[in-house]
């Protein structure tokens, strides 16, 4: 059914449609192979480097439900369903999910099958990766959640899905040598601050570990943190760099 329900969608358009290239031409459903395997990577941090560093050469789905309503215009009129047929990347921005911080994230999937079981009403488009980033940019959040129903769904964060709809080369924080310099520079004076490291976050997409004398109070180290946050989000430069975080303190001697 996969094969047959997608080469579906494939079928219907204009017949100017019709007679562009089929960039899918052939394609069964099932997910790319490079994919497939990184979706089967055990760690979150190099499971996300993995998916962002293949999709800009695979096709993902984007759903589309058949008579959704197709939205309102600027001046309150309703979008012309035709239109929306056109792009189904900013329909699929309108199905938008709510990411755990509350931020909307446009879906995206690997394959039919995993399509399907997030709503099974909904028809599978293929598409190129940039093309549902851009939407996602434009449309939604700047995110975008890849396989929304599976037992682990991965969210891509703002930096990653910009870097993918430019076509520019994402690198992840923890990676970024010149982020603990910038952020150093940001929390420069807190008093009870030791140090800091970037990794993987646990519950955010990056932590930042603040080392804190390891005497201070709690009250302290809650005030110190309360200022770190503060700062980093006055920063401008980091929300180019870093989509959610959680500040970890860690005390030391």
């Known amino acids: 059914m996969g094969a047959d329900h997608l080469q579906g969608t494939l079928s219907g358009g204009t017949a100017a449609d019709k007679l562009k290239p089929n960039p899918f031409a052939g394609d069964d459903g099932r997910a790319d192979p490079t994919l497939a395997a990184a ?47 056109k792009d189904p990347c900013k329909a699929a921005a309108m199905l938008a999910v709510e990411a755990p911080d509350g931020r909307a994230a446009m879906p ?30 434009a449309e939604a959040d700047g995110l975008l959640v890849l396989d929304a129903a599976s037992e682990r769904p991965m969210l891509l964060g703002r930096p990653a899905v910009n870097a993918l709809a430019t076509g520019e080369r994402w690198t992840a924080p923890w990676r970024d040598e010149e982020l603990p310099t910038i952020v150093a520079r940001a929390l420069a004076g807190i008093e009870g601050l030791k140090g800091l490291q970037i990794t993987p976050g646990r519950n955010a997409e990056t932590a930042i570990v603040l080392a804190v004398d390891g005497k201070a109070s ?19 430069e980091l929300t180019h760099r870093l989509d959610s975080i959680e500040l970890v303190p860690a005390r030391v001697a």
């Open 39 to 85: 979706l089967e990577l055990e760690e979150f941090a190099p499971r996300l480097e993995a998916i962002i560093d293949v999709l800009p050469a695979a096709r993902v789905l984007v759903p589309v439900l058949a008579h959704e309503h197709p939205g309102r215009t600027d001046d309150g009129g309703v979008v012309d369903h035709a239109s929306v047929d």
């Open 108 to 137: 995206i999937f690997s394959s039919v099958e995993a399509l399907m079981r997030w709503n099974p009403k909904a028809r599978p488009v293929p598409v190129h990766t940039q093309n549902a980033a851009i939407a996602a940019v």
């Open 218 to 236: 709690r009250e302290a180290v809650g005030a110190a943190l309360a200022e770190a946050s503060s700062r980093l989000a006055a920063v401008d």
